[in-house]
């Protein structure tokens, strides 16, 4: 074997193992999904095998693991103090079988970033999701008992190959962001069937907040990429503000429409603000480090039975369905102002990227930054149980501090199309 095909080979393991890690952090091998039917031993397998496959790999790149570590301190600071949290904990226990996903989740997000190029991360994640979306239709029609909710409140709405309709909802809108940021050197035929299959399996799990910030989202891409104001600080402004309107938005219209029409839906967005209540006044009993990593709605816990009771219906939420509040809880304020530190540091650079680049898998990091910020206003999709969401935002945050591989190539398609322009303007 040469030397060419056997650096070909690695490369296709690399990207094999990548769809299975992406698969894995997507939940479709959780409990309510394709672990209903998976023998345990199985999960376990591709548990250990994609956490201790991640060390492997990071600790083979040691140099690069160092240098991306020094580029992304405050992210990494995030990390620690939530691994960590266990050492305060309200139920260590808890937060520290937390703390092994919080790290399987950062040694993947490492390796992930480090070996390939944004183009592939938005190809390879647009794969994954694909899959999934197919899996996802053959089970709800063949295998309804790990597709379609059944003999529950939301009986009919699927939730493919993941735990609930609305995760499944969420997943569908990382699918059709990033078919829509695909290169342009991929099929357009693949490009827009991918999102209209997303949008019509979004419809089908009937998440109303995952349509509404997946619409509002291209909405605004499509805005940018038509209106370009580079190098001002009113591009920022405008972003802050658009990010603002769409988290406002999607607050109101995911739960004011249904209670419009007349379809009954009561006026605490379903029953979040009596919950979110009870959390912001436990807050300000330990208000800098929080109570540990998973702890406030720990099962047994007593300020999940709080929250519950705040409901008046007995039923005891597994996390406050939001994910900055459920974020401040587990790491304090110390931990919410790093996490929106980085997050508004990256904002910045992602809208820097849109702007000086005409590639469209450059809209991604903005697209999906956004999105992260206003799927997190219902939903608790941040740092904590392994989920794709935050290894996605670990992976865009560490390629947006890649200076050398992403500018570089941004400014040199930006420097090509200037000179086409001029060479354009000099003929006429």
Partial sequence: MNQKIFNQLIRLLEKGFIVLGLTFFS?????????????????SFLTFFVFGTSIFLTLILWKNTLFIISRNLVLFLLIALAYFSFLWSHAPDVSLSISRDILMMSFFGLYFAARFS??????LVAFTLFLGAIVSTVCAIGVPK???HIGDVHAGAWKGIYNYKNQFGSIMNI???????????NSKIYKYFGMSFAIFLMLLSTSITSLLI?????????????????????????????LIIGCCTVLLLSYWVELLTGLGR????????????????????????????GAFFAPKSPYGFEAGQALKTG???PSGHNGFLDLALDVGLIGLILFLTIYFTNLTSALKRAYAAYNSEYFFPLAYLIFL????????????FNNIHWTLFLTVCILLNQKESITAEADSETSYLSNQRRLSINQN
């Fill in 27 to 43: 939940g479709a091998f959780g409990g309510y999904s394709l672990g209903l039917v998976l023998p345990r031993i199985v999960i």
């Fill in 315 to 317: 039923w005891i939420p």
């Fill in 175 to 185: 699918m059709c962001l990033t078919f829509f940021a695909l290169p342009k050197d």
């Fill in 146 to 148: 790990i597709g379609v």
């Fill in 373 to 384: 910020a206003m799927n997190n206003i219902t939903e608790s999709l941040l740092l904590g």
């Fill in 118 to 123: 944004l183009k592939e991360v938005v190809e």
């Fill in 214 to 242: 997946c619409l509002f989202l291209i909405s605004i891409i499509l805005f940018y990429k038509n209106y370009r104001w580079e190098g001002r600080i009113s591009v920022i402004l405008l972003n802050i503000g658009i």
């Fill in 266 to 293: 009561d006026t605490t967005l379903t029953g979040r603000t009596p919950i979110w209540g009870v959390m912001i006044s436990r807050l300000m009993e330990k208000p800098f480090f929080g109570y540990g990593c």
